[in-house]
């Protein structure tokens, strides 16, 4: 079975340039997180979607960026504009259900913004 | 807020040693899991714990979830240079459907 595709896997881009990252969580999972990995602050939680429906954004570190989950397949991560701070891997995840805890990882998606 | 802390921060042995890390959290979870991340690479379940005082055991690999469900340590009997990697916990529950994520423990296993 196929895991959680993400693309770009590397993107290098240049300050206020418009970013977005895209996932497809593994089918039949309900529930899709996105998470930021920096050396600093580990791993964190932007958003994560049930059945297609935001359910916690707090960790969305400013209005620059949004999320959106159109379908059960698909999400994209945008940021607008990005910043320097910005620069890290970018990674989603799915599980089957809010009553579970296992979470799947993509590969991630290395932004660099200079 | 839930939090969950990972020690040590960083380890480094040499091959064929023994080691313990620990995941502590003063909250209670339904189910803990554990996740090693590699370089280049998302992080990748290795088990989940569920009953409090549970064991797990992976091959060199042993996992305990604590009686009271607020804590879980992961052992290694003779480390090899290929379990160098990131650990990290997470605990699931309290209703939010997501997880906490321990800081992790970088371990690396000198050949």
């Known amino acids: 079975d196929a895991g959680v595709i993400q693309s770009p896997r590397h993107e290098v881009t240049e300050m206020g340039q418009e970013v977005t990252l895209r996932c497809k969580p593994i089918s039949g999972h309900n529930s899709l997180f996105w998470y930021r990995q920096t050396m600093m602050r580990g791993l964190e939680l932007l958003i994560y979607f049930n059945n297609n429906v935001p359910i916690d954004d707090s960790g969305m570190p400013e209005d620059r960026f949004s999320a959106k989950m159109p379908n059960a397949s698909f999400s994209t991560l945008k940021i607008q504009p990005s910043e320097p701070r910005d620069s890290a891997v970018y990674f989603c995840?799915?599980?089957?259900?809010?009553?579970?805890?296992?979470?799947?990882f993509g590969e991630g998606s290395r932004l660099t913004v200079l | 807020t839930q939090l969950l802390e990972q020690s040590p921060q960083f380890l480094s042995i040499q091959e064929g040693e023994n080691l313990t890390v620990y995941c502590n959290s003063s909250s209670v979870f339904s189910s803990l899991q554990w996740y090693r991340q590699e370089p280049g690479e998302g992080p990748v379940l290795l088990v989940t714990?569920?009953?409090?005082?549970e064991v797990k055991k992976l091959k060199r690999l042993t996992f305990q979830f604590g009686d009271a469900r607020k804590d879980s340590s992961l052992h290694i009997t003779a480390a090899q240079p290929g379990d160098t990697g990131l650990y990290l916990c997470a605990g699931a529950g309290g209703g939010a459907g997501k997880s906490t994520f321990g800081d992790g423990t970088t371990l690396t296993v000198k050949p």
């Open positions: 995840a799915s599980k089957r259900g809010p009553g579970t805890g296992e979470l799947f």
């Open positions: 714990v569920v009953t409090g005082g």
